[in-house]
T-cell receptor
Framework: DAGVIQSPRHEVTEMGQEVTLRCKPI?????LFWYRQTMMRGLELLIY????????DSGMPEDRFSAKMPNASFSTLKIQPSEPRDSAVYFC??????????FGQGTRLTVV | QQPVQSPQAVILREGEDAVINCSSS?????VHWYRQKHGEAPVFLMI?????EQKGHEKISASFNEKKQQSSLYLTASQLSYSGTYFC???????????FGKGTLLTVNP
């Protein structure tokens, strides 16, 4: 397996634009996590899914953020409209209970 | 609830030992340890499960005190390659909600 695959690796966008981040988890993993990493706040859990169903989205900062998992092999995190304070590295990770979570390489988002 | 890590940063000389601690205010099902180098994704080091099961790299050791909801990561005879930020992640309850502490920056100098 190629591991967790995220795209794009880098994204630069203007304030107010819509941004969509994509994630392909490892096949067979039934949990998928979205994290945001900044110097100030560290690794924040935004939302996680179990068997494609959102379980806890209490970490999603505002209604501007939304996430979907239409099937077991794909998830998106959307920000609309984007703001400069959304600039961060966004990680997707997947796993199964009683094992480690595997992280993707992350998407570095810059909102100008 | 985010676990609390200590210390926030530590500087070592090659060959020295270090201990990184992680604590939670909630009962834990498992503790995960990861290392992240600058500009890279976190890399798995070890998982410790309630009941005593452990899985991880041979050269890494850690402990998990279930009653105190605490875990410690032991780095012995440190090497330059050990430098990075170490994160503990914890989960408790019926679902796999994995939340991370703010990290411990470890610097190993020659």
């Amino acid at each position: 397996d190629a591991g967790v695959i995220q795209s794009p690796r880098h994204e630069v966008t203007e304030m107010g634009q819509e941004v969509t981040l994509r994630c392909k988890p490892i096949s067979g993993h039934d949990y998928l996590f979205w994290y945001r990493q900044t110097m100030m706040r560290g690794l924040e859990l935004l939302i996680y899914f179990n068997n494609n169903v959102p379980i806890d989205d209490s970490g999603m900062p505002e209604d501007r953020f939304s996430a979907k998992m239409p099937n077991a092999s794909f998830s998106t995190l959307k920000i609309q409209p984007s703001e400069p304070r959304d600039s961060a590295v966004y990680f997707c990770a997947s796993g199964t209970r009683r094992t480690e979570a595997f992280f993707g390489q992350g998407t570095r988002l810059t909102v100008v | 609830q985010q676990p609390v890590q200590s210390p926030q940063a530590v500087i070592l000389r090659e060959g020295e030992d270090a201990v990184i601690n992680c604590s939670s205010s909630k009962a834990l099902y498992s503790v995960h340890w990861y290392r992240q180098k600058h500009g890279e994704a976190p890399v798995f080091l070890m998982i410790l499960l309630k009941g005593g099961e452990q899985k991880g790299h041979e050269k890494i050791s850690a402990s998990f005190n279930e009653k105190k909801q605490q875990s410690s990561l032991y780095l012995t005879a440190s090497q330059l390659s050990y430098s990075g930020t170490y994160f503990c992640g914890t989960e408790g309850g019926s679902n796999y909600k994995l939340t991370f502490g703010k990290g411990t920056l470890l610097t190993v100098n020659p």
